[in-house]
């Protein structure tokens, strides 16, 4: 909790990633499809809208579960890397689910979508507190 910092250096990186990665997964479902002709470039408008939604949900809604689950792991009390690494994994991935099923309980999309952002940032903020940490 200490390095406070490094959650908007991770949310900075990792919005136009994940939004990267989910246009291009979008893309290739989408290749069969004809396209309208008054859209310019799909692609490219799913990178910039998604990064912009993206920046407002990481700020409301990951900052404030980022810091739950880090108390919670503070508490669990473990020392190894990979304990740590798998029990904020599976509470990332608790979390993604939820909010998943909160936007739409309906569609596979966002469950996708979700956990492709919410494990995106979760790996790039843990990479990130493991090279900053102390030896």
């Known amino acids: 909790m200490k390095k406070l910092y ?3 250096i991770s949310i900075l990186l990792a919005a ?4 990267f990665l989910s246009a291009s997964i979008e893309s290739l479902i989408s290749l069969n499809e004809d396209l309208p002709k008054d859209e310019y470039s799909p692609f490219l408008n799913g990178i910039i809208v998604g990064t912009l939604y993206e920046l407002a ?4 809604i990951g900052i404030p579960v980022t810091l739950i689950i880090d108390t919670i792991t ?4 473990l020392h190894t890397d990979l304990k740590v690494y798998l029990l904020q994994f599976s ?4 979390s993604a689910i939820t909010l998943a099923y909160i936007l739409d ?4 999309g966002t469950y996708l979508i979700v956990g492709i952002a919410v494990h995106t940032y979760f790996h790039i903020l843990f990479f990130l507190k493991k090279t900053n940490s102390k030896p």
């Open 57 to 60: 949900i990481y700020c409301i």
């Open 74 to 77: 503070y508490f669990v009390g």
């Open 6 to 8: 490094l959650i908007p």
């Open 105 to 108: 309980s309906d569609n596979f």
């Open 16 to 19: 136009p990633l994940s939004s």
């Open 91 to 94: 509470l990332y991935t608790i």
